[in-house]
């Protein structure tokens, strides 16, 4: 069974954010080390963790990374056996509401110097940089930023459906969707069987009917917007997307079907900026898919924002110390950041990085601006199916009532929108 963290079990957690200890001589006395863990072992994640590895040991450091492969809650069984057993990493991947949460559990580092001394906290969006220091202290940085809802074109599919326009809002995509169908496009939307995928389809949906309703219902948990016509609407527009899938698809990781999207066999495909980096990294060209923003019935580009970041936890190792040190400058440098974002196919935290030059895509380029213009509209909002809008234990209660709805078609818009309402209740 996962373990994961609940709002009264974290209740009782002590610890406190402490500051870092003899930081300059820890650094300047041992060289530096670093223990850390995430689930990135493959593609181009593991790509560029393993690059990022290398700049720590060109700068003298030892690099001591974990794996985890699979879902984050993976990650998080051996975060917390770690933890309880006193020895936790010095950093580790984690985001969103589960740095506060996993804050409450061990003492984690204050880096507030490293960060004003990198001048970091003036190129982070402000709601970013909110979570990365839930006491006011930062403990955490992000690295990267996706948007979970980009919308992923197979060129040869659009030239099946004899479509040459991206579609804008839900209705475009439908059309499209038949479209594609009518022309000999197989599924018409592309499909992976995990349970991410299920929750993206959800909240690409519902942000893009209403990020006014996602921003109450599933970052804020009203009662009122969980029982609203938007979350029905949502899983209307979800069952459509649903039967436009292949229906033998099951339990797969997204990539088994990269193949078949960019042969035209699948047409359209919801996923997070990665796709990119997934797509290069396995050989395929640029030239064949397009990628544009998400649905959204308004017009204005949403952004559904998912955000990696390390936490630093307290050693008293200075080898350890020092490493968490090297890691932290290592994370918040621009050349970094470029580096990281032009593996994975994300865009850099750092919003005075010029995307402009070689080695960015126009996909890259469409995301950052769209996180501009939806900043700009409040329409940025943070990603549910990715443990950005609630900590692990009530993202796994909605995403559970949404993979049902998605597996059993009998279940109608809305008796989910109240299973879901039910659900939240119950997670609460």
Request: aromatic content about 6%.
């Amino acid at each position: 069974m996962p373990i994961t963290t609940t709002r009264r079990r974290l209740l009782a957690g002590s610890a406190a954010a402490l500051a870092f200890p003899h930081l300059a001589r820890a650094q300047g006395a041992a060289k530096p080390r670093l223990t850390a863990i995430s689930q990135w072992s493959a593609g181009s994640d593991g790509a560029a963790i393993t690059a990022l590895g290398k700049k720590f040991e060109e700068k003298g450091g030892v690099w001591q990374h974990s794996p985890v492969p699979g879902f984050t809650t993976e990650m998080m069984n051996k975060l917390r056996a770690q933890i309880m057993a006193g020895d936790p990493p010095a950093c580790s991947q984690l985001k969103g509401p589960e740095i506060a949460a996993w804050s409450k559990i061990a003492p984690t580092v204050n880096l507030d110097a490293l960060v004003a001394a990198a001048g970091y906290e003036k190129v982070v969006a402000p709601d970013l940089a909110k979570l990365h220091k839930p006491g006011g202290k930062w403990i955490a940085l992000p690295l990267q930023i996706y948007s979970t809802n980009m919308l992923f074109l197979s060129k040869r599919a659009m030239d099946k459906a004899k479509a040459d326009k991206v579609p804008v809002t839900w209705a475009d995509f439908n059309d499209l969707a038949e479209k594609m169908k009518a022309g000999g496009v197989a599924s018409p939307i592309a499909n992976g069987g995990t349970r991410p995928d299920d929750g993206q389809k959800f909240e690409a949906a519902l942000a893009g009917i209403s990020p006014l309703a996602y921003r109450a219902a599933i970052m804020n948990l009203e009662k009122k917007a969980l029982e609203g016509p938007e979350i029905k609407a949502a899983f209307a527009q979800v069952r459509k997307i649903a039967d436009w899938m292949d229906p033998n698809v099951g339990a797969q990781h997204f990539s088994t079907n990269l193949k078949r999207f960019i042969d035209g066999d699948m047409g359209m495909m919801i996923m997070g900026g990665w796709a990119q980096g997934v797509l290069r990294n396995a050989g395929f060209k640029l030239e064949d898919f397009m990628i544009a923003p998400g649905p959204s019935d308004n017009g204005k580009p949403v952004f559904l924002l998912n955000a990696d970041a390390f936490i630093f936890w307290q050693r008293k190792e200075p080898d350890l110390q020092a490493g968490q040190t090297l890691m932290a400058q290592l994370v918040m440098d621009p050349a970094i950041q470029t580096m990281y974002s032009q593996i994975t196919g994300s865009i850099p935290v750092r919003t005075d990085v010029d995307l402009s030059g070689e080695g960015w895509s126009e996909g890259q380029r469409t995301t950052s601006k769209a996180l501009k213009e939806a900043i700009a509209s409040n329409q940025a909002v943070l990603s549910m199916a990715h443990n950005m809008a609630q900590e692990n234990g009530m993202t796994a209660a909605m995403i559970d009532v949404i993979t049902e709805y998605v597996k059993n078609k009998t279940i109608k818009p809305e008796q989910a929108a109240t299973r879901l309402a039910e659900a939240v209740e119950g997670a609460r």
